[in-house]
């Protein structure tokens, strides 16, 4: 199974900054949409922040204003910057890629990589 590759995670002090990135396989033809989502210990795993080919990003409520996504479409990567972290935002963070074939919507996914913040 094709997997996404994230990196950039790690231990940070509240009101301090990380920047995520991710590359999927150029075998991942066709991606429509890439972004981020994070799942924290006991809870279910939320949208951070995506953006699709139109560029029309989207951001979850509880990180506007303090993470940036961007992509390289051409190299099949996507990156965040996260700025202000609060201890609530520690979680793993994965990422996301979609393609659209015959009509279907295809994911795939990153192992995750582990941000911790600290108080």
């Known amino acids: 199974q094709v997997q996404l590759v994230e990196s950039g995670g790690g231990l940070v002090q509240a009101g301090g900054s990380l920047r995520l990135s991710c590359a999927a396989p150029?075998?991942?033809?066709?991606?429509?949409?890439m972004g981020w989502y994070r799942q924290a210990p006991g809870k279910q795993r939320e949208l951070v922040a995506t953006m699709p080919n139109g560029g029309n990003t989207n951001y979850a409520d509880f990180v506007k204003g303090r993470f940036t996504i961007s992509r390289d479409n051409a190299k099949n990567t996507v990156h965040l910057q996260m700025n202000s972290l609060k201890p609530e935002d520690a979680a793993v963070y994965y990422c996301?890629?979609?393609?659209?074939?015959?009509?279907?919507?295809?994911?795939?996914w990153g192992k995750g990589t582990l941000v911790t913040v600290s108080s």
């Open positions: 996301n890629a979609v393609r659209i074939v015959l009509g279907i919507r295809m994911d795939y």
């Open positions: 150029i075998s991942i033809a066709d991606i429509v949409a």
